[in-house]
């Protein structure tokens, strides 16, 4: 498999994913507001001896949803990285720049992860009354170990950049 | 102050071709031509000394640095 086949494959799967996304925040934001009886089947009777409603149902699930925002960006970079490469453009600044993205939004997932379960577990409990509210707050191995591959990606096309940079200036002689 | 590469001079005194410097210097001939024009960054010693010695000539016969004409 060439790196252009490699490069389009991804790209029609990160606009994919973005339509995905942007249909299923939609559809929730509509199944909440317009038909909330088309919900009741997902929603749980009881969770932890509270009743969901539908709206906040919704709003829980839009929020998980936050998560794939950075995998969906690093899908979109990778596409274009590959294409740079098809391209023959393999030591730039471009591709070191699209490494850095990548890396970026795997560290930015891996600390969304956090924030967005705390964030659905709160819109999901808001409407009880009183003292029967959850704020869940905690932080995953897998969430430190996303961290620290991110931020490995990031360093790697940090690098790459010196390279790049070393590569254009070592072009320029004879 | 710019430095202006006279290797055209030099190859015309040597009455030798670009193409036979190129090959004796082990560099393409583009490369060549761009040094000839004087649009490359810089030469790398091996590159000179390679030059100097199918030239039979020093670097100061090569290059010469002339004052920017920064014009009005």
Same mark, same amino acid.
């Given at each position: 498999?060439?790196? @252009?086949?490699?490069?389009?494959?991804?790209?029609?799967?990160?606009?994919?994913?973005?339509?995905?996304?942007?249909?299923?925040?939609?559809?929730?934001?509509?199944?909440?507001?317009?038909?909330?009886?088309?919900?009741?089947? !997902?929603?749980?009777?009881?969770?932890?001896?509270?009743?969901?409603?539908?709206?906040?149902?919704?709003?829980?699930?839009?929020?998980?949803?936050?998560?794939?925002?950075?995998?969906?960006?690093?899908?979109?970079?990778?596409?274009?990285?590959?294409?740079?490469?098809?391209?023959?453009?393999?030591?730039?600044?471009?591709?070191?720049?699209?490494?850095?993205?990548?890396?970026?939004?795997?560290?930015?997932?891996?600390?969304?992860?956090?924030?967005?379960?705390?964030? @659905?577990?709160?819109?999901?409990?808001?409407?009880?009354?009183?003292?029967?509210?959850?704020?869940?707050?905690?932080?995953?191995? !897998?969430?430190?170990?996303?961290?620290?591959?991110?931020?490995?990606?990031?360093?790697?096309?940090?690098?790459?950049?010196?390279?790049?940079?070393?590569?254009?200036?070592?072009?320029?002689?004879? | 102050?710019?430095?202006?590469?006279?290797?055209?001079?030099?190859?015309?005194?040597?009455?030798?071709?670009?193409?036979?410097?190129?090959?004796?210097?082990?560099?393409?001939?583009?490369?060549?031509?761009?040094?000839?024009?004087?649009?490359?960054?810089?030469?790398?010693?091996?590159?000179?000394?390679?030059?100097?010695?199918?030239?039979?000539?020093?670097?100061?016969?090569?290059?010469?640095?002339?004052?920017?004409?920064?014009?009005?």
């Amino acid at each position: 498999m060439t790196f @252009s086949t490699l490069a389009r494959a991804l790209s029609r799967l990160a606009w994919f994913c973005i339509a995905l996304l942007t249909l299923g925040w939609v559809f929730l934001v509509a199944q909440a507001l317009i038909w909330p009886d088309l919900l009741a089947p !997902d929603i749980p009777p009881e969770v932890a001896g509270m009743t969901v409603v539908p709206l906040a149902f919704a709003a829980a699930r839009a929020a998980s949803l936050l998560t794939l925002v950075p995998a969906v960006i690093a899908l979109v970079h990778a596409a274009r990285l590959l294409a740079d490469f098809a391209r023959g453009a393999v030591l730039t600044d471009k591709s070191a720049h699209h490494i850095r993205r990548i890396g970026a939004a795997i560290a930015v997932r891996a600390l969304l992860g956090a924030p967005a379960k705390t964030l @659905s577990t709160a819109l999901l409990t808001l409407p009880n009354p009183p003292g029967r509210q959850i704020l869940s707050i905690g932080f995953s191995s !897998d969430g430190l170990e996303m961290l620290i591959y991110g931020g490995l990606l990031f360093l790697i096309g940090a690098a790459m950049r010196l390279a790049a940079r070393a590569a254009a200036e070592n072009a320029g002689f004879v | 102050m710019r430095i202006v590469v006279r290797l055209d001079v030099m190859l015309a005194r040597r009455k030798m071709r670009s193409r036979e410097l190129a090959e004796r210097i082990g560099i393409t001939e583009a490369n060549l031509s761009l040094l000839k024009a004087g649009k490359v960054k810089g030469m790398r010693f091996e590159t000179l000394a390679a030059i100097c010695d199918a030239l039979d000539c020093q670097p100061g016969d090569l290059l010469e640095a002339v004052a920017e004409d920064h014009g009005s």
